[in-house]
């Protein structure tokens, strides 16, 4: 498991491209036959995710964690961005479609993945919380069981932003104790996210970019709103985001996001909107 340490906006200003890079871009994350977990000191969140091809992967807790086993203390959110593939968890099998989703309670001990054909493996892309109370493991098809109040529909073709916001966990969908999951999908030719921006002191987010083409990038706007960065990002493509820091991008073609915050509290709407007039 690799460690990033937290981040302070004083510092973050200076630095260069490399350095933006190195501690806020998560690359590589699915790779063939293998579990891959990114723990932040940000809160704590675990960005993660398998890609079962030719077995069967268990999740384990590793050294960091020291815990018997990797939910002792924490709860997490699972996407699948490939083909149909199965979650065990403690023996109970869900079999996961493209962009099925899922809630798995602190407790839950064996947790494994497999995919149905390796020539189409399951992508499963993980979010993970310290918790304290367990909640229960939900299997959230988007098409069946996400609520119409979270599906949110925002923007516009002719600001370039229309896109749908669906919300796989929070409050009156899947409980949790702090995670917070979902899925943004923009429509053709809207290539914007999230602006205007805002921050949000109470909650750091993470955003996982898919289904954007080979030849397309996405420039991912990070910083506090009067210090604006930028982070060039392509497919299946992860970036944290501290509670001070903006979380927008602009692409050369539409995309998808997974979104999935952690903190102070569950309040969706608690953000600190940037006022247009006041970025820089
Ligand atoms: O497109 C958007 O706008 C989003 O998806 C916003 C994220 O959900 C977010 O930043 C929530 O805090
Ligand atoms: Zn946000």
């Given at each position: 498991m690799e460690v990033r340490p937290g981040a302070n906006p004083a510092d973050v200003k200076n630095y260069d491209t490399d350095r933006l890079r190195h501690d806020f871009l998560i690359q590589n994350l699915f790779v063939a036959d293998e579990i891959k977990t990114i723990y932040s000191q940000i809160d704590r969140i675990i960005v993660g995710a398998a890609t079962p091809v030719n077995k069967e992967l268990v999740l384990e807790a590793g050294?960091?964690?020291?815990?018997?086993?990797?939910?002792?203390?924490?709860?997490?959110?699972?996407?699948?961005?490939?083909?149909?593939?199965?979650?065990?968890?403690?023996?109970?099998?869900?079999?996961?479609?493209?962009?099925?989703?899922?809630?798995i309670g602190m407790g839950a001990k064996d947790i494994s993945f497999k995919s149905e054909d390796p020539k189409n493996?399951?992508?499963?892309?993980?979010?993970?919380?310290?918790?304290?109370?367990?909640?229960?493991?939900?299997?959230?098809?988007?098409?069946?069981?996400?609520?119409?109040?979270?599906?949110?529909?925002l923007g516009c073709l002719e600001s370039a932003n229309h896109r749908t916001i669906n919300k796989y966990i929070l409050p009156g969908q899947v409980e949790s104790c702090q995670l917070e999951m979902g899925m943004t999908c923009l429509e053709p030719g809207s290539v914007w996210n999230t602006m205007p921006c805002h921050t949000h002191d109470r909650r750091m987010e993470v955003y996982l970019y898919f289904e954007v083409p080979e030849d397309a990038v996405v420039f991912h706007y990070m910083g506090e709103p009067t210090e604006t960065r930028h982070i060039v990002m392509r497919n299946e493509e992860a970036v944290i985001s501290p509670s001070w820091s903006i979380h927008s991008a602009s692409a050369t073609h539409a995309y998808t996001f997974i979104w999935g915050m952690v903190g102070e509290n569950q309040d969706f709407d608690d953000m600190d909107d940037v006022d247009m007039k006041d970025l820089r």
């Open positions: 050294a960091e964690l020291r815990a018997k086993y990797f939910l002792e203390r924490r709860e997490m959110g699972i996407i699948n961005i490939g083909g149909n593939g199965t979650v065990t968890v403690d023996g109970k099998e869900y079999n996961f479609k493209y962009k099925d989703g899922m809630y493996p399951a992508k499963f892309y993980l979010n993970s919380a310290p918790a304290h109370k367990t909640y229960p493991t939900v299997f959230i098809d988007p098409a069946k069981d996400i609520l119409p109040e979270n599906k949110k529909e």
